[in-house]
């Protein structure tokens, strides 16, 4: 698959089939993602695959903490986004509205429980950073990420990044056994889509570039 049409693709899935995941093909995903360029070649990123059985009991108890706190999908800053931001968080929440609502779906409660369940995918994959590093080196994870969701998507795989997991990140290391100086970044779905899904009709816009972009010439 050409990078490009893989970049113009690759959207979040959120609905899967339950078609597992080779343990080969996930390898070679992580092997593109850790393809990246990273500060000084440190390369700090460190992914914990979670797949099968494990995998649905790591769902269970993500669920259960949030059914306890509920906490619910934000841009996680101190105040209130103002435009433009908040703008493009209303809109792509109305065209997930416009999808589930049909459906008779409450939105809250699909992005909230669905999300702990990595969206019914087989493969939860979580990402780390030891607690060593600045925060300026998650720039590398992303990089590295960047290239796992493309390289998914030109392998006909769907990914779905889930920070809202971050919130039950105690949880999670202690069910995990994940050391404390491992700071959980995010966590990501990752199996075959579902293409009869409507939520995965979904297409997230995006504004024009240029008005992001200062030209000094
Ligand atoms: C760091 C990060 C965290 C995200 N967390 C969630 C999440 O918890 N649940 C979810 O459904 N989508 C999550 N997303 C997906 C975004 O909603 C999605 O990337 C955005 O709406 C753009 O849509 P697209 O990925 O389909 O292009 C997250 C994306 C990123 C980059």
């Known amino acids: 698959m050409d990078l490009f049409e893989a970049i113009q693709n690759r959207r979040s899935c959120r609905a899967y089939r ?23 070649n440190v390369q700090p990123w460190e992914f914990i695959v ?17 059914r306890e706190k509920k906490v619910s999908c934000g841009p996680g ?12 968080q209303r809109r792509l929440y109305g065209a997930m509205k416009a999808i589930a609502e049909p459906l008779q779906l409450d939105l809250n409660h699909f992005v909230g429980e ?11 994959v979580l990402v780390c950073l030891d607690s060593l590093f600045p925060p300026v080196r998650m720039l590398d994870i ?8 493309l390289a998914a998507q030109a ?3 769907g ?7 971050l919130a039950y990140e105690d949880e999670i290391k202690e069910h995990l056994n994940i050391r404390e100086e491992k700071q959980l970044l995010l966590g990501l779905a990752l199996g075959y889509q579902d293409p009869a899904a409507p939520i995965n009709r979904l297409q997230a816009d995006r504004e024009a570039i240029g008005g992001m972009i200062r030209w000094i010439t």
Do not use: M
């Not at 101190?78 to 433009?84: D, G, H, I, K, T």
């Not at 369940?117 to 939860?124: D, L, N, R, S």
């Open 18 to 40: 339950p078609d597992p995941v080779s343990r080969e093909l996930i390898a070679e995903l992580l092997a593109w993602a850790g393809r990246a360029p990273s500060a000084i």
């Open 50 to 66: 979670v797949t099968g059985e494990e995998k649905e009991r790591l769902a269970r108890r993500i669920l259960k903490a949030h």
């Open 77 to 88: 800053t101190s105040r209130p986004l103002p435009e433009p931001w908040t703008g493009r």
């Open 114 to 124: 669905g999300s702990c369940q990595f969206y019914g995918a087989p493969v939860a």
């Open 142 to 149: 992303g990089l590295a990420l960047g290239n796992f969701f």
């Open 155 to 157: 392998r006909g795989l």
């Open 159 to 165: 990914t779905c990044p889930i920070g809202l997991i």
